[in-house]
């Protein structure tokens, strides 16, 4: 479902609760960032100066280690026992803080902000991640940030993920959203091994599985199943929710209401009086049974060649490129994505508005929404977490012809109509913004989370499909390719076949 890749905003908020803890006279000027400074060998009263001094510079320290903490910092160099402290503690977030050398710390004072975090400041597990039975040296270190991992769509841990995925979508519909993200994010480290997970010891150093996630993936190795999975997936809540949300135009919201008037199948659904079918949904419930079904790689090249048609009755130099799942070398989708523009700036929108139009007379268009951009330059920085993009853009449905179709389309064997309807969604970015709308766009959706996440965290940088902002230096920072953007954010170039998080 479109809506459920897209809308819902999973960011584990920060909780406004430290006012006990942090001195109110100091204004806070880091809110995405929690300290804690570990005592041991610091001692009670430099812990006490070094507090006091932090919160001067408006930082957030915490006097009690939580589940809240972003960066913990130590004195202590010996690693195995600061290791031995934290995990003794209880926490379900350790995986993702950042253990860190007092040296951050004094790099951060100097420059009045958290600074970077760089491999000299951390403090690692000295347990690495070994893959069982390898006899090979420890593999490197793996990344709290998907964009510092390669995933291709060779999934490895597929038991483990399916299951992460359920409970995930399970949290999501329950609206705890942080649970939902600890599993989407354990899920995202597991498919990005080389390796299957035979045994927990092979789990040791990896970050992002804490014990809800440790304690599904032990059931599983033992048993092959997760007992929790299991209830969830036999429910009649899940299953309702599964199904009435695999309705294009039917969010988890909708699903909800529905479930709670009692409604438990299409049928039930469509006979309900008080139920007014937007027309998305009524589109949804038309084409179900094409829209349900995957979408080959075959059907998404086919609706490249009607785009490029489209586009070059207008423009010789119109530019289409395919983006989402496939650009990441997915075999099936759930739709097909394509930007479509051209280099004079300015000029985008209309090459979109040709495209649906040259569509409707071909008389294939079966659904439209078409969203005019409302991007003005004034409108970044965009703070908005997860929200959408401000191009013009079109989500539809086409009917795609047999004929068009390398190889033919993917049917059940007795319905030979000859055609089937195809999700399409089109952006058209201008051609300056052209690089941040491919990268949003290609996802993954993980991927891209994570991309912002570590802008925001680790570069104090505002990344979105719009444009790439440096809160240090105060200025946008342009690009004219993906590759460009890794630069800025000091990230080792990731391919789009790598970026399945
Ligand atoms: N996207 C976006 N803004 C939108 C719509 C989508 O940035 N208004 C991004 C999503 O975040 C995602 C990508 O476009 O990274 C593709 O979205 P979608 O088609 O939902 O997912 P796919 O990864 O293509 O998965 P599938 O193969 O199932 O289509
Ligand atoms: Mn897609
Ligand atoms: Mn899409």
């Known amino acids: 479902m479109f809506h459920a890749a897209v809308v819902p905003c999973l960011r584990k908020k920060t909780k406004p609760k430290a006012a006990s803890v942090t001195v109110a006279r100091h204004e806070v000027k880091f809110k995405e960032v929690r300290l804690f400074l570990v005592e041991k060998k610091m001692g009670s009263s430099r812990r006490r100066f070094l507090t006091q001094l932090a919160r001067s510079k408006g930082f957030i320290v915490d006097d009690i280690l939580s589940d809240d903490i972003t960066h913990v910092v130590s004195e202590d160099s010996g690693a195995a026992s600061l290791w031995a402290w934290l995990k003794g503690r209880g926490l379900n977030n350790l995986s993702n803080m950042q253990v860190l050398h007092i040296s951050w710390f004094t790099d951060s004072m100097r420059a009045g902000r958290p600074a970077a975090v760089e491999s000299r400041h951390l403090i690692q597990d000295a347990l690495p991640a ?20 390669r995933t291709s769509t060779d999934n490895k841990n597929k038991i483990f993920t399916d299951a992460f995925e359920v409970l995930a979508e399970n949290y999501e519909w329950s609206q705890l959203k942080s649970s939902c993200l600890t599993f989407r994010r354990a899920a995202s480290v597991l498919k990005s091994l080389s390796w299957a997970v035979k045994c927990m010891a092979a789990t040791q150093g990896l970050p992002c599985l804490g014990e809800p996630t440790k304690a599904v993936m032990e059931e599983i190795l033992q048993s092959g199943h997760s007992f929790q999975v299991q209830k969830i997936l036999s429910s009649e809540r899940y299953q309702t929710l599964k199904l009435f949300t695999s309705v294009f135009g039917v969010g988890p919201k909708t699903a909800e209401r529905w479930y709670r008037m009692g409604l438990r199948s299409f049928s039930d659904i469509l006979a309900e009086p008080g139920i007014q079918l937007n027309r998305m949904q009524q589109s949804g419930f038309l084409h179900y049974g094409d829209i349900s ?5 075959a059907e998404a090249r086919a609706l490249g060649n009607i785009i490029d048609k489209a586009v070059h009755l207008i423009t010789s130099d119109g530019i289409i490129a395919l983006t989402g799942g496939f650009r990441r070398g997915k075999e099936i989708g759930h739709d097909v994505d394509y930007i479509v523009t051209t280099p004079e700036v300015g000029k985008e929108e209309c090459v979109l508005i040709h495209v649906i139009d040259c569509f409707k007379k071909q008389g294939i268009v079966l659904y439209c929404d078409y969203q005019p951009s409302t991007f003005h330059i004034s409108k970044l920085p965009c703070q908005k977490y997860d929200a959408m993009d401000y191009f013009a853009k079109c989500f539809l449905i086409l009917r795609l012809e047999a004929s068009q179709v390398d190889g033919g389309l993917s049917c059940d064997e007795d319905d030979n109509r000859g055609w089937k309807a195809v999700r399409l969604d089109l952006v058209s ?6 690089a941040f709308a491919l990268l949003g766009w290609t996802g993954s959706t993980q991927f891209d989370r994570d991309l912002r996440r570590f802008a925001r965290l680790e570069k104090r940088m505002i990344l979105d499909n719009h444009a790439l902002y440096d809160k240090t230096k105060r200025e946008f920072l342009a690009a004219t390719t993906e590759e460009d953007i890794f630069a800025h954010l000091g990230l080792e170039y990731i391919e789009p076949w790598q970026r399945n998080a």
Do not use: E
Not at 131 to 148: E, H, K, M, N, W
Not at 429 to 434: F, K, Q, S, T
């Open 429 to 434: 970015p201008p051609m300056d913004r052209y």
């Open 293 to 297: 079904r995957a979408v080959t790689k």
């Open 130 to 149: 070994v893959p069982q039975g390898s006899t090979l040296a420890p593999v490197a270190a793996v990344s709290q940030y998907a964009c510092q991992r």
